[in-house]
Nanobody
């Protein structure tokens, strides 16, 4: 059974915004990753214990990761989107801390396409 479900992807013009959501029932969802065409999956942002957050240099200042514990949902607010943000975005469950992460479960991914 699918344990992580992403939503909120779509097509948007450069400079626009999207909010991604990742719903889970019982897992510790803690991060967003993305895979751009022809490239390996990379960390975008993680939210760890005690509110520790980490952002990739490429998204820092534009993206915000947050979590609604009551709804068991992780969010990624993406602002000022650029063409190079085009990718499949995956949420991840596992553990993390300052400067490290350990993914145990991946979502199925949601496509984000940014165009000019």
């Amino acid at each position: 059974q699918v344990q992580l479900v992403e939503s909120g992807g779509g097509s948007v013009l450069a400079g626009g915004s999207l909010r991604l959501s990742c719903a889970t029932s019982s897992l510790n969802v803690m991060g967003w990753f993305r895979q751009r065409p022809g490239k390996q999956r990379e960390e975008v942002a993680t939210l760890c214990a005690d509110g520790i957050t980490t952002y990739a240099d490429s998204v820092r200042g534009r993206f915000v990761i947050s979590k609604d514990n009551a709804k068991n949902t992780l969010y990624l607010q993406m602002n000022s989107l650029k063409l190079e943000d085009t990718a499949t975005y995956y949420c991840a469950a596992g553990s993390c801390g300052r400067g490290w992460y350990d993914v145990r479960t991946w979502g199925q991914g949601t496509q984000v396409t940014v165009s000019s």
